[in-house]
């Protein structure tokens, strides 16, 4: 199972998309990852663990861009 959320917009990406995947977070997914383009270019970050997790690497170290992709995943198992 997963939750994939998008952004095309005006505003900064990184953040709609934390905001959406929170949304998603009840579920129980261990792991959360986005994907934005700046620049032309691809920035991605990627965590195991809660939504928290993926939230603290992006303060310490900031993806910016206005469209973007994010997505949280539970492994099934069985």
Known sequence: MCGIVGYIGEK???QLLLES???????GY???GMAVIDGGK????RNV???????ASLLKSPL???VGIGHTRWATHG
């Open 49 to 55: 663990g809660k939504l928290n997790q993926l939230e």
């Open 30 to 32: 261990d792991s959360a």
């Open 42 to 45: 691809i920035a991605s970050k």
């Open 64 to 66: 910016k861009g206005k």
């Open 12 to 14: 900064e990406a990184p």
């Open 21 to 27: 995947l929170k949304r998603l977070e009840y579920r």
